[in-house]
């Protein structure tokens, strides 16, 4: 669905090796899917904002000054009659002040060139006129690290897995506090856990764009974050006191089916809050024995499932 890609850290490669990309790629051109699918791309060659600091308060004195004037002519210079994209500000920042008095400026630098204030929709409209003469390039985009987000699966699943103990932790502890009893040892390693979480939020070594180094890094803390996650939560629940723990860290009620390792005798009923039977069935599998049941739980709560030694009637 989608009819054009605006992109920056894509283009040229010095050494084809390292990515599919071609040595020299022009701004514009049409990016082919493997099953020949095609969109207009533009590849900002001189970054998100040429010319100019993305500082917001100098952005007034940037725009009067000669600096953008002169990025504007080199990329008008290699792009024939093609339409050009100035690309200006930033996403943290409204209007890019001056923008009259630079505008006047580009209109006399660039003679035969209609300079117009619009948006990367607009630049499109124009360079859809030049799509038949436009090259066609197949292959991988990225420079540097091709198809990051199939290269460094591992970080990221990392992060989910350390998020989804940091919370479980988090509110488990908030619950005990809050609601049912204090929970002694368990702010330390949940700090430390927090501490793992908040460092690996980087721009760019979250999203695994960076040197082999500091990928071990992020993975180091991860580990460590999960290991005090994970010591958190079982301090808690040992708050909780004995019996099968079934806790909800989600703001809604959910009924889910409970998967966990059975290492003792079968029980003969499965007793859920006052007294309740609690329908179950204990397997044996890959994994060894196994004791499923299908529980209602309430929002950030929990329920406490009590197996009774007998015979098998559930």
Not at 220 to 240: H, I, P, S
Request: with cysteine; net charge positive; proline share 9%.
């Amino acid at each position: 669905g989608y009819t054009a890609l605006l992109a920056f850290r894509a283009g040229p490669v010095g050494d084809p090796s390292v990515s599919g990309a071609p040595r020299e790629l022009e701004p514009a051109f049409r990016f082919q899917a493997p099953d020949g699918s095609e969109v207009l791309t533009h590849v900002m060659p001189l970054g998100y904002s040429p010319g100019t600091s993305r500082a917001p308060r100098s952005l007034a004195w940037v725009a009067t000054t000669t600096r953008v004037p002169r990025a504007v002519r080199r990329l008008v210079e290699r792009s024939g009659t093609q339409p050009v994209l100035v690309p200006l500000g930033a996403e943290f920042s409204g209007m890019l002040p001056g923008i009259a008095i630079l505008l006047r400026r580009l209109r006399g630098g660039t003679p035969g060139r209609d300079v117009r204030l619009g948006t990367a929709c607009d630049y499109f409209t124009l360079l859809q006129r030049w799509s038949a003469s436009l090259p066609t390039h197949r292959g991988d985009l990225n420079p540097v690290y091709p198809g990051t987000h199939a290269l460094r699966p591992e970080i990221k699943r990392d992060d989910r897995l350390l998020t989804a103990e940091v919370l479980a932790a988090e509110t488990l502890d908030a619950l005990l506090a809050t609601g049912l009893d204090d929970a002694p040892g368990t702010h330390g390693p949940l700090s430390e856990a927090w501490h793992c979480l908040l460092t690996n939020q980087a721009h760019d070594s979250i999203g695994g764009c960076h040197v082999p180094a500091v990928t071990r890094d992020v993975r180091t803390r991860a580990r460590q974050g999960r290991r005090a996650a994970r010591k958190a939560l079982e301090a808690g629940l040992r708050q909780l006191g004995s019996g099968l723990v079934v806790f909800n860290p989600l703001g809604w009620e959910r009924t889910d089916r409970v998967d966990v390792a059975w290492g003792g005798p079968t029980p003969g009923t499965l007793e859920g809050p006052d007294g309740a039977r609690v329908p179950f069935r204990v397997m044996r599998g890959d994994r060894g024995r196994r004791l499923q049941a299908v529980v209602t739980v309430p929002a950030l709560g929990f329920v406490r499932l009590r197996a009774v030694e007998g015979p098998l009637s559930a």
